[in-house]
């Protein structure tokens, strides 16, 4: 069922009365990242450069989110005496947002977007200062599927979050300070012959030269110290590598870009731009609207803030009874729910072309794909489908398809997890993506402001 965004004044804890109208729905009533491709292009940089951590980016989404009158939440207390029709929640490296009308219509069902916010990288283990022939390394291991040779030679910085005994969180980010270095060619004259990188023993950062002081809590003390708190009060840390090179446009054109992380803060940014663009034109959703980026994603998501964890069902059920829904008209409110699974995906890579289907050979700049899988390691059916060609037709948005060689297995996403846990449609798209999961990826500018917009009309009813 289609139901169209409501314009007019919409008062509550998080907004401020504005009248809009939806006669051009990428006009001036709306966020100018939606409607210009080097703006949002700007606001991914600056979303993935304050992103350095599945943490730093639930915080920067609820900054962001703030700034156009969300509120958040705690989830220890009820929500059912005062909860704002546009506020947010965070769980660890997770965020859900939300704008819900004042009443929920006949017929009317929940409008998801999903997406993740972790990415591969190296995570610290306890004690993680390692001294090894004169150096003081970095003890980490492989946090989800990197290509590994594309943390070589390449500055890393340190971030996530430290707790302490009383149970505060405080997140924590370095500047450069650690890398991985290659042999040389001089030393091992096969390196260039075939690579072998073992995880054990050649990817532990460098980050100093061992001395008196090369302490196995060095790592942490000095993390400690960034963030203005006791080492001796440090209970636990949740911290990853990630590379500091800024993104970068590049291309005959500028029409590339060059960023860590794409996978999968390209997907959660557009779920943000669009939300935001909504917020900025006013009015109340006719059919609640929920974006809700997850955590865990590249390592099975089977956490208490993975797809696969309770988060989103504890969520809906609870903004079920803020609307008036229970029982058996929660489950009957589901069945008329849809989901967009958003995670990056692949574009043809010219050198590889014989890896994917010889039909379907989706490139960057041409659209956010449709990613279709008969092992249903993508959500999409035939049902999805429709959902989302209405959302890219509304909004005026080429898509393209993506289906995988016969012979090469894909990757999977949040998408079948929710799909299976609520019983909901859900449909997996994505930007296409060269380079995936390598420290540098690349995308096309225009494929994120497309996603966007999509994802935008999908949310006014389309």
């Known amino acids: 069922m289609a139901l169209q965004w409501k314009t007019g004044a919409m008062t509550d804890a998080a ?11 990428f006009g001036a009533a709306t966020g100018e990242a939606l409607r210009d ?8 940089i600056d979303f993935v450069t304050a992103s350095p951590s599945s943490y730093h980016a639930a915080a920067e989404a609820a900054r962001r989110l703030e700034a156009v009158g969300f509120s958040g939440v ?3 207390v009820s929500w059912e005496a005062d909860l704002p029709r546009r506020g947010y929640v ?12 004042k009443a929920l219509a006949p017929g009317a069902g929940l409008r998801i977007v999903g997406a993740h916010t972790d990415s591969p990288a190296l995570k610290l283990k306890p004690n993680a200062a390692l001294v090894r022939s004169g150096w003081q390394l970095i003890n980490a291991e492989v946090y989800g599927g990197p290509l590994l040779a594309s943390l070589l030679d390449r500055e890393l910085g340190l971030a996530g979050r430290l707790t302490t005994r009383d149970g505060a969180v405080h997140l924590v980010r370095t500047g450069p300070i650690a ?14 012959d075939a690579l072998h990188l073992d995880r054990q023993t050649h990817l532990l950062p460098l980050w100093s030269l061992a001395g008196p002081d090369a302490a196995p809590d060095a790592v942490e003390t000095h993390l400690c110290e960034i963030a203005g708190i006791d080492p001796a009060e440090l209970a636990g840390h949740d911290v990853l590598t990630y590379p500091t090179q800024a ?7 500028g029409e590339f870009l060059a960023s860590s992380r794409l996978d999968n803060l390209s997907s959660v940014h557009a779920g943000l731009v669009a939300l935001e663009a909504l917020a900025a034109a006013g009015g109340e959703p006719a059919e609640p609207v929920i974006l809700i980026a997850f955590d865990h994603e590249e390592v099975g998501s089977a956490t208490r803030s993975g797809a696969d964890g309770p988060f989103l069902t504890t969520l809906l059920r609870r903004l079920a009874g803020v609307l008036g829904v229970s029982g058996d008209d929660v ?26 289907d010889p039909a379907v050979q989706p490139l960057i700049n041409h659209g956010p794909l449709l990613k279709i899988n008969a092992q249903q390691r993508y959500a999409t059916d035939a049902v999805g489908a429709a959902i989302w060609a209405r959302a890219c037709a509304a909004a005026g948005v080429p898509s393209q398809d993506f289906v995988s060689n016969n012979a090469v297995p894909c990757g999977s996403t949040i998408g079948p997890i929710t799909a299976t846990r609520l019983g909901i449609t859900t449909v997996d798209v994505g930007v296409p ?20 917009r999509a994802l935008h009309a999908y949310w006014l009813g389309a």
Request: glycine letters at 6%; hydrophobic letters at 40%; a negative charge.
């Open 179 to 192: 890398r991985i270095c290659q042999i040389a060619p001089h030393l091992d004259r096969g390196v260039n």
């Open 15 to 25: 907004s401020t009365p504005v009248s809009a109208s939806h006669s051009d729905p």
């Open 247 to 253: 993104p970068a446009r590049f291309g005959r054109d």
């Open 37 to 44: 491709e080097d703006t949002y292009t700007d606001s991914l």
């Open 331 to 356: 489950e009957a409110l589901l069945a008329r729910s849809s989901c967009v699974s958003a995670d990056a995906g692949h574009s043809v890579h010219p050198a590889y072309a014989h890896l994917h």
């Open 433 to 452: 993506l060269l380079s995936m999961h390598s420290a540098r990826e690349m995308a096309g500018v225009k494929d994120g402001p497309w996603l966007a």
């Open 74 to 76: 705690e989830e220890t």
């Open 90 to 101: 965070i769980r660890d490296g997770a965020i859900a947002a939300w704008a819900l009308p």
